[in-house]
C-alpha cells in the first residue's frame, strides 16, 4: 500500500545511506511499508531506500535490497 511520509524524514534517510546528495536532481515519489520510492528527474529511474519508522537512520538487516530499479526513459 502506498502512502506519504514527511517529505524530509525520506530525504534525510537517502542521504544517511549515502545514496546521492543534496544536489542531486532526486524526486520523492512515496513511500510503503519498508521503503521510500525516489525518482531521478533526468533519467526517470527509480531508487527504493530502506527505513525503519522507529528509526529512521537505523540500517535494516536488507540494506543489500536498496536497489535502483529499471526506468523507461530515453537512456534504456
Do not use: C, Q
Not at 525503519?52 to 523507461?72: A, H, L, T
Request: aromatic share 22%; hydrophobic share 30%.
Amino acid at each position: 500500500m502506498e502512502h506519504y511520509r514527511n517529505l524530509k524524514k525520506a530525504f534525510l534517510n537517502a542521504f544517511e545511506y549515502k545514496v546521492f546528495g543534496e544536489d542531486d536532481p532526486w524526486m520523492y515519489m512515496y513511500s510503503d511499508a519498508k521503503y521510500d520510492y525516489f525518482k531521478h528527474s533526468w533519467t526517470r529511474r527509480y531508487l527504493e531506500v530502506p527505513f525503519s519508522e522507529e528509526n529512521p537512520f537505523k540500517f535494516p538487516s536488507d540494506r543489500d535490497k536498496m536497489k535502483i530499479m529499471p526506468g523507461v526513459g530515453p537512456n534504456y
